[in-house]
């Protein structure tokens, strides 16, 4: 089974500020690695995913995430925030290679708070 | 990307009424959907996995009888809260996969029960 900790349940950064936001996991397989923003009263939009190949993820709005498979960490990162990546953030892995549907494990998400 | 169309995007219901919502996969065939409810502030807990043409599978913890799941097509899967009572208030996402990789998402379904 796999399991997701997000450590930050919130993490307030000013506007044009770094940002890093923690996901570490746990499993005994394989796995991929997702993270998704959920915006108010809005269902889960992919950020980007980590599937193989180069550890450094590149995905939409700025973000990058970069898997560490001795630390079994993929942290978000994003050099400067805007206002509008206010949002919460979940990290979320399901296992490689199952055929067929898979279910996610999702961590408990990080609220960021972006201030002016 | 594929998209998943979930509707209504709310509802309010009296308490002892039924309330159905549809989750459709509008470009793309998906013989497995997720139900997911989500409390304020909380993530994500998987309540049932949908099978297209087969029956549900529940979540330990979740009342099959109460949360009825209808997976007719393999563009359409409903959930339907029988018997809604306040406790049912909550914030409901249905997601498909494609392949065994990336999940879509609905836009999500706010219940609010009277």
């Known amino acids: 089974a796999q399991s997701v900790t997000q450590l930050d349940s919130q993490v307030p950064v000013f506007e044009e500020a770094p940002v890093e936001l923690r996901c570490n996991y746990s499993?005994?397989?394989?796995?991929?690695l997702f993270w998704y923003v959920q915006y108010p009263n809005q269902g889960l939009q992919l950020l980007l995913k980590?599937?193989?190949?180069?550890?450094l993820v590149k995905g939409i709005n700025g973000f990058e995430a970069e898997f560490n498979k001795s630390q079994t960490s993929f942290h978000l990162r994003k050099p400067s925030v805007h206002i509008s990546d206010t949002a919460e953030y979940f990290c979320?892995?399901?296992?490689?290679?199952?055929?067929?549907?898979?279910?996610?494990?999702f961590g408990t998400g990080t609220r960021l708070t972006v201030i002016p | 990307g594929a998209v998943v169309s979930q509707h209504p995007s709310w509802v309010i219901c009296k308490s002892g009424t039924s309330v159905k919502i549809e989750c459709r996969s509008l470009d793309f065939q998906a013989t497995t959907m997720f139900w997911y409810r989500q409390f304020p502030k909380q993530s994500l807990m998987l309540m049932a996995t949908?099978?297209?043409?087969?029956?549900?599978?529940?979540e330990q913890g979740v009342e099959k009888d109460k949360f009825l799941i209808n997976h007719a097509s393999l563009t359409l899967s409903t959930l339907t809260v029988t018997s809604a009572h306040p406790e049912d208030s909550s914030f409901y996402i249905c997601s498909a996969r494609l392949g065994n990789t990336e999940a879509f998402f609905g836009q999500g379904t706010r219940l609010t029960v009277v």
């Open positions: 949908s099978n297209e043409g087969s029956k549900a599978t529940y």
């Open positions: 499993s005994s397989v394989s796995v991929y």
């Open positions: 980590y599937l193989s190949g180069s550890t």
């Open positions: 979320a892995v399901s296992e490689r290679g199952q055929t067929g549907a898979n279910n996610l494990f």
